[in-house]
Nanobody, 119 residues
Framework: VQLQASGGGLVQAGGSLRLSCATS????????VRWYRQAPGKQRDLVAE???????GYADSVKGRFTISADHATNTVHLQMDSLKVEDTAVYYC??????????????WGQGTLVTVSS
């Protein structure tokens, strides 16, 4: 299972970025997808998730600004980030939890993509 994250970059505060995570495994009822971020010197925190039932959840710090979505045709998960703040600066990681089938069951990480928000 491979996850490839992209879309990071430098943006001014108030701007927008769209992160993408292409996965080699179908995004469906047997998987959950998440975005995490890790700022320098801090722990990795959950930012947004989409459950196997299609429900979405967000960290309080990004609610109303970030939107997670899935393109099932291309097996890509997106994170639309609007009204970016300096404190959103971090390396963002996509994550996929696979529950079935057994041969791919597990938790997988993509490489990080750096988001830098300038004031």
């Amino acid at each position: 299972v491979q996850l490839q994250a992209s879309g990071g970059g430098l943006v001014q505060a108030g701007g927008s970025l769209r992160l993408s995570c292409a996965t080699s495994v179908s995004i469906g009822s047997d998987t959950e997808v998440r975005w995490y971020r890790q700022a320098p010197g801090k722990q990795r925190d959950l930012v947004a998730e989409m459950t196997r039932f299609g429900d979405t959840g967000y960290a309080d710090s990004v609610k109303g600004r970030f939107t997670i979505s899935a393109d099932h045709a291309t097996n890509t998960v997106h994170l639309q980030m609007d009204s970016l703040k300096v404190e959103d600066t971090a390396v963002y990681y996509c994550n996929q939890e696979i529950y079935w089938p057994p041969r791919t069951k597990g938790n997988y990480w993509g490489q990080g993509t750096l988001v830098t928000v300038s004031s």
